[in-house]
């Protein structure tokens, strides 16, 4: 078992931004590639980020790609989502996910745990 716990949401204006971070604990946190996730009311959850076990590799989708950075510690055992020029559209319950593999991947499904998640709210 891997237990997930993010922090870090809050209210913000338009163009400013947030740091996430996501404290694993359990399982060893580097045999895991880590993803944030979003969902905004009535949507479905979307790919935002990921990153592989040793950091080296990390994919966005468009809608966040030169805004968004996501980097892990795995000497703390915490996944990092540095949000950046934020838009009221970004508002939405963010989730990080674990998979048991090298690369990760964007699909909902492949992941193994979840978080609580954390809001983050972006005000006009």
């Known amino acids: 078992q891997v237990q997930l716990v993010e922090s870090g949401g809050g209210l913000v204006q338009a163009g400013g931004s947030l740091r996430l971070s996501c404290a694993a604990s359990?399982?060893?946190?580097?045999?895991?590639?880590m993803g944030w996730f979003r969902q905004a009311p009535g949507k479905e959850r979307e790919f935002v980020a990921v990153i592989s076990w040793s950091g080296g590799v990390t994919y966005y989708p468009d809608s966040v790609k030169g805004r968004f950075t996501i980097s892990r510690d795995n000497a703390k055992n915490t996944v990092y989502l540095q949000m950046n020029s934020l838009k009221p559209e970004d508002t939405a319950v963010y989730y990080c996910?674990?998979?048991?593999?090298?690369?990760?991947?964007?699909?909902?499904?492949?992941?193994?745990?979840w978080g609580q998640g954390t809001q983050v709210t972006v005000s006009s």
């Open positions: 359990g399982r060893t946190f580097s045999n895991y590639a």
């Open positions: 996910a674990a998979k048991r593999s090298y690369r990760g991947s964007d699909y909902v499904s492949d992941y193994d745990y």
